[in-house]
């Protein structure tokens, strides 16, 4: 008996799902997610900047050149598991409860991997992985044990899963390119009656910074060109009210590494700054660090090749949605910082490509906001689901094609909530031109957080007059009329975001003299 009249005389056919429905409709495009790790814009060279004309990135500039750049695209919280639980679920923080480094996320809590695995795509993680609890929703996965490691990584798959997160046998070779090799291997093996949805996520260029050793001489006669922030040593920064993480934090750590145990190793190694003086021994710090920096986004540039050469080959090139990007962006001597977590641009932009032959036109730039929260219900577009009511973010599919919706956002909304007096935890709004932070400098119990308390500050910048953010103006009078509406905004938006600190009711308290509750 015909399928669909059983179903009729069962009365069941009106209650199919859209998925089961979608499966037998037109060809639905493939998607190639490629996300790396504090792989901040300013070493794409796509984005400008002073490393523009110095860094070499071939395939990424040949995928820019096939799609579109997006130049205001930003994480909600910028640290690796957070902004990767926020990619999946397409939620903050206070919705998918993975605030900090330390959270994972529930296995059982819905992901768009799952969505898009009911409405008929194969799907399949490979390389880090970093949130901690079993991958779901993926019909294979090989993913690294925590941070993972770049050299002979051990990968935990379905048939080795242990929530030690404990691997066995390891790979030989450096990690991004056994993670590109197991994502290839993936697709060769496809079902190619059904539309694919990767995600290829590699290590780099996460600390400690460890290139293949293909890399090794690459940028050796370099002298890179240094910030224009560079010399900031918070000083300038009026008003800044915490120490950060300054270059000289990397430099210890190096030499920690060249004279006893560790954390972690670092490519060429011994290094010290014994006998010189401060600035001399920054500058040895930041020329250390970029070497290292650039020769592992060598890698990611090389990885990116092969993956587009295989989809040319394999005649998949144009109906298949390529993405690179990176969880959030990271210091790179900008303000003397190193690291992620502030607001600050630096941090704050995560860089991304996207090439859609059949509907994003070639070089084109999106200066649209665009937030980790949105990429779920994208990726729901583009396999043509209707966007789950689980997902805070909203679909840029219009906006890639010229199209921007009348009531698209004009502003953001942005939380970092694991707190050290270093890096005291704050929460803000950015619009077009202007950013208000309030460094609010409690723990609220936060896992892996500090205990010790910061006082609360405030932070304004114009980003179009201080787009390098050197100046708080919170305290210029000339600003008082926007310094106000913005703090209505951040009430407005923080409410939006269903993130009302309901069982805080010290803290609760706290943002009501700040007039940071709605009322």
């Not at 009210?241 to 670092?266: C, D, I, M, V």
Request: proline residues 5%.
């Amino acid at each position: 008996m015909n399928k669909k009249i059983f179903l009729f005389i069962c009365g069941l056919l009106p209650f199919l799902t859209q998925a089961q429905q979608q499966i037998n409709s037109k060809p639905r495009p493939n998607i190639v997610f490629i996300l790396t790790d504090d792989f901040t814009a300013q070493a794409w060279g796509v984005y400008g900047g002073v490393l523009k004309d110095i860094v070499k990135n071939p395939n990424i500039e040949s995928l820019a050149r096939q799609g579109a750049i997006l130049n205001n695209a930003f994480c909600t919280n910028s640290i690796c598991t957070p902004s990767r639980a926020a990619i999946l679920t397409g939620q903050y923080s206070n919705k998918n409860k993975v605030y900090t480094l330390d959270d994972a996320l529930d296995p059982n809590k819905e992901n768009i991997a799952k969505d898009l695995q009911h409405a008929g795509y194969q799907t399949a993680v490979f390389g880090k992985w970093h949130l901690k609890n079993r991958p779901s929703g993926f019909d294979e996965y090989r993913v690294l044990p925590g941070h993972g490691v770049y050299h002979n990584p051990t990968f935990l798959s379905k048939d080795n899963w242990n929530d030690k997160e404990e691997a066995g046998t390891p790979y030989q070779g450096y990690v991004d390119d056994i993670t590109t090799d197991l994502s290839l291997e993936w697709l060769s093996k496809r079902n190619p009656e059904k539309p694919f949805f990767l995600l290829c996520h590699y290590k780099a260029t996460h600390e400690p910074f460890e290139f293949a050793d293909r890399f090794k001489d690459l940028y050796q006669d370099i002298e890179f060109p240094y910030p224009a922030t560079f010399l900031d040593s918070g000083a300038t920064t009026t008003g800044r009210s915490f120490e950060g993480q300054p270059l000289e934090e990397l430099g210890h750590r190096y030499e920690q590494a060249s004279t006893g145990p560790f954390w972690t190793s670092y490519p060429d190694l011994p290094f010290s700054t014994k006998g010189m003086s401060a600035i001399d021994a920054r500058k040895k710090i930041y020329q250390k660090m970029m070497k290292d920096y650039l020769r592992c986004v060598a890698g990611i540039d090389d990885n990116l090749g092969k993956i587009m050469r295989y989809l040319k080959a394999a005649k998949l090139d144009e109906n298949t949605i390529v993405i690179l990007s990176s969880d959030q962006g990271y210091f790179l001597g900008e303000h003397n910082f190193m690291d992620k977590r502030l607001m600050y641009e630096e941090s704050l932009r995560m860089p991304f490509i996207i090439s859609y032959p059949k509907e994003i036109k070639a070089g084109s730039k999106l200066d649209d906001m665009v937030l980790n929260i949105d990429f779920a219900a994208l990726f729901a577009d583009y396999a043509g689901i209707k966007k789950p009511s689980y997902i805070q973010g909203e679909s840029f599919r219009k906006n890639l094609k010229g199209n921007t919706p009348s009531n698209w956002r004009s502003s953001m909304y942005y939380r970092y909530w694991q707190h050290a007096p270093i890096r005291p935890a704050h929460l803000g709004v950015r619009d077009e031109r202007y950013k208000l932070i309030y460094f609010y400098g409690q723990p609220l119990e936060m896992t892996g957080s500090d205990k010790k308390t910061t006082a609360a500050a405030w932070e304004f910048y114009d980003l179009q007059k201080d787009p390098m953010e050197t100046h708080n103006a919170i305290h210029d009078r000339q600003y008082a009329k926007e310094i106000s509406r913005l703090k209505k905004k951040l009430v407005k938006l923080k409410a939006e975001a269903g993130d009302n600190d309901e069982n805080r009711p010290a803290f609760q308290q706290q943002l009501r003299k700040e007039n940071l509750i709605e009322k």
